[in-house]
């Protein structure tokens, strides 16, 4: 008998994150409450921050900073994605070079962001922008590297121009790496502006973690992270959600296949 005969992967799933969470309760119970709070603590704690004006401002600066930077990341990536696949001498000419300045950790140059941007919220949305566009560049550049080159000789003998070619081959073709490129890209988004709020700002998101951690607010904190957590699992969803409706072509490819 498998598991897969008694539960179903979502009635697994959802197991396996009572589970945990219990452990977290139970844990938070026994530890110290400077270290490991108890769920329940950290329930009751985040409906009390949350309730205060300042921190859902907070909550929507770092959300509008993060879909600015995801959005921009999304447009840049692609374009330079396409423009650096597009033959095989800008693919063995910037390729090695983008993949140098991804290597290069982002940290370190966040003054520098500060220094060309300020303290507000426009260093913030570059230097998610700095972490997401390598994600969406790379897997643009594997998608179309992974294209069948009869796919597109055919295309091009039956008459199609190049946007053609692109909407109908390249673009359904890039969908899976793609989406993979994006929820890679959104959570380093996240990561970028949640940074640059950490240490250079006196608002959004980032700026509470570090007010929490520096007054020793364990409760508070974990409500925070827990919230960011769910705001990325929930944009998560969405794109798999978009990912599985704009890639049915490919499900339906085995059953033409058989007729």
Known sequence: MTPSTILSPLQ????LISGLLCLWEV???FGSDLFVSPLSTV???????????AVLSALGTTGWELVIAFAVSLLVGLLLGLGVAAGGFTYQTFYPLVLLIYAIPQITILPLFVLYFGSGPASKVAFG???GVFPIVISVVSGVQ??????VKSARSMGANRWLTFRRIIL?????????????????????????ELYVSSGGIGHYTRQF??????QKLFALISALALMAMAINACMRRIERHMGKWRDDEPARSNR
């Open 12 to 15: 697994a799933r959802l197991l």
């Open 213 to 218: 951690t520096e007054t020793f607010q364990p």
């Open 146 to 151: 992974g294209i069948d080159p009869v796919l």
């Open 43 to 53: 329930v009751s704690s985040g409906s009390r921050i949350f309730a205060d004006p």
């Open 27 to 29: 844990l938070g119970r």
């Open 129 to 131: 922008i700095s972490h």
């Open 172 to 196: 359904p073709w890039l969908v899976p790496s793609l989406f993979t490129g994006m929820r890679l890209s959104v959570t380093a988004c996240l990561l970028g502006v949640l940074l640059g």
